[in-house]
């Protein structure tokens, strides 16, 4: 298969993964708040590509939601370059992804957050995860959680879900708080080995992280919660901020390529609070 047939269509997969997506959480508000999408561009000059970032706000279930879909190309900048697997040979790439955020109403159903992405520059991989940050500790949902991902990964390879859980509770730290932003998940990235197989596995994340959030929101979103518990979830929600202010590596790589700011810094909470 040649580079351009794997572009279309790991992006066409990303795109179809928005909409579905979109539809679940609109299923979950009873249809009776939409997203709000705009489309925007990498470079209004020439052709750069870009793409659409959704927003859901103040539903009865979610405080804010994110799903944000990207396919951009041009030039990596010379500081950037040396950072990325391939660019020191030639400076041009092609990226796409998706990126959901999801803040709760409801402060005892955690945050969550998912990423698939693919990279080309003289090299190409699969990067992405899904992680999970309660604000109330819930010992018994933590156990399904990893449960669940565990179960996925070992469909494609025994060793993935003890290696990518050890990397997601390896980069998910707030070292300057010396505490971890919730309770882990999977991360990885630069999957590079076999683009059929990886593939398969990148769209197994996505449907998974489908499965993950409808059986956690389904499960808590009638259950009584007090003020004290949002207040506790707005604390939680400003080392959340930190985090991928200070560290998120997707952040990063989105604002030093030139992409949409509101899309980027979607993940931020609508309400955050520190003490």
Same mark, same amino acid.
């Given at each position: ?27 979950? @508000? ?91 520059? +003289?090299? @190409? ?7 999970? +940050? ?73 449907? +998974? ?32 901020? @930190? ?7 997707? +952040? ?24």
């Amino acid at each position: 298969m040649n580079l351009e047939t794997k572009k279309n269509i790991v992006s066409n997969w990303f795109k179809a993964l928005q909409n579905a997506i979109c539809c679940d959480v609109e299923d979950l @508000e009873n249809n009776k708040i939409n997203f709000k999408a705009k489309t925007w561009k990498r470079n209004e000059k020439k052709d750069e590509g870009g793409g659409e970032y959704r927003i859901l706000k103040d539903g009865k279930v979610f405080d804010k939601v994110g799903v944000n879909f990207s396919k951009v190309y041009g030039k990596f900048p010379k500081q950037f370059q040396k950072k990325i697997p391939g660019a020191q040979k030639d400076p041009r790439f092609w990226a796409s992804g998706i990126s959901v955020v999801m803040h709760m109403k409801n402060p005892l159903i955690p945050a969550m957050h998912f990423n698939t992405r693919f990279i080309c520059t +003289t090299e @190409e991989w699969f990067g992405g995860g899904i992680d999970v +940050t309660p604000s109330k500790k819930d010992n018994l949902e933590k156990k399904q959680f990893h449960k669940i991902l565990k179960n996925m990964c070992d469909r494609h390879n025994k060793n993935y879900y003890s290696k990518y859980k050890k990397w997601c509770d390896n980069y998910f730290y707030l070292p300057h708080r010396n505490e971890s932003r919730g309770i882990g998940g999977i991360f990885f990235d630069y999957k590079k080995k076999n683009f059929y197989n990886d593939f398969k596995f990148v769209r197994d994340v996505g449907i +998974t992280f489908q499965q993950i959030f409808q059986k956690i929101i389904r499960k808590k979103r009638k259950k009584n919660w007090t003020f004290k518990d949002k207040e506790i979830q707005y604390i939680k929600r400003g080392r959340y901020t @930190e985090f991928n202010l200070l560290y998120d590596r997707g +952040t990063k790589f989105g604002l030093q390529t030139g992409g949409n700011i509101e899309g980027i810094l979607m993940s931020l909470p609508p309400i955050a609070k520190w003490k």
